[in-house]
């Protein structure tokens, strides 16, 4: 079964920076593209960044390119995203998912909150 | 980026009904379309992807079709537990983009 859980979320100010994880079993990690997807409270879901499998191909949305980066750990099935220079509009549950053939996202994580707020 | 514009905002129905989604896409995505299920305070969960193809484990009333700019999920006997939020996406370019969402409540 596969599983992805996420952790790393959390409370920081504008500004700040935060690291999330993406541990991931029930799969051979290093064969799938992962992706971060997130939902602001209330709102709809946005994607975020994507890796591929190897990490030779990186992507990621206008609105976090410069800030955040997209990276993974396959000897321990882990994949990050480093976020800097935290913005308001940056609140949102970011959920890790695998990136089928990099065009749907097929296996979710239970998703982690992040709260950017002074 | 491509625009997908999903109608209605929210479908009121009865367990038993037949549920039709409709997504509409700026330009066309060929057939790189998905749809996902959203319950509340979950995950969502991938449904439908290439328009069409059901994902491992998603029952059969659950059918997709459309190509191009015109896609629907139809939901043909609605079940208790599919009262939720359905979405479209589409990868037929970068980056990839969500509609707005319809609902579908129980009437």
């Known amino acids: 079964e596969v599983q992805l859980l996420e952790s790393g979320g959390g409370l920081v100010q504008p500004g700040g920076s935060l690291r999330l994880s993406c541990a991931a079993s029930?799969?051979?990690?290093?064969?799938?593209?992962m992706t971060w997807v997130r939902q602001a409270p209330g709102e709809g879901l946005k994607w975020v960044s994507a890796?591929?499998?190897?990490?030779?191909?990186?992507y990621y949305a206008d609105s976090v390119k410069g800030r955040f980066t997209i990276s993974r750990d396959n000897s321990k099935n882990t994949l990050f995203l480093q976020m800097t220079d935290l913005r308001a509009e940056d609140t949102a549950i970011y959920y890790c998912?695998?990136?089928?053939?990099?065009?749907?996202?097929?296996?979710w994580g239970q998703g982690t909150l992040v709260t950017v707020s002074s | 980026e491509i625009v997908l514009t999903q109608s209605p905002a929210t479908l009121s129905l009865s367990p038993g009904e037949r549920a039709t989604l409709s997504c509409r896409a700026s330009?066309?995505?060929?057939?790189?379309l998905a749809w996902y299920q959203q319950k509340l305070g979950q995950a969502p969960r991938l449904l439908l992807y290439?328009?069409?193809n059901r994902a491992t484990g998603i029952p059969a009333r659950f059918s997709g079709s459309g190509s191009g700019t015109d896609f629907t999920l139809t939901i043909s006997d609605l079940e208790p537990e599919d009262f939720a939020i359905y979405y479209c996406?589409?990868?037929?370019?970068?980056?990839?983009?969500f509609g707005q969402g319809t609902k579908v409540e129980i009437k």
């Open positions: 996406q589409q990868r037929v370019n970068w980056p990839p983009t």
């Open positions: 890796i591929s499998g190897n990490a030779g191909s990186i």
């Open positions: 290439d328009a069409s």
């Open positions: 029930g799969f051979t990690f290093s064969s799938y593209a």
């Open positions: 998912a695998n990136f089928l053939r990099l065009r749907f996202f097929d296996s």
């Open positions: 330009q066309s995505v060929a057939s790189y």
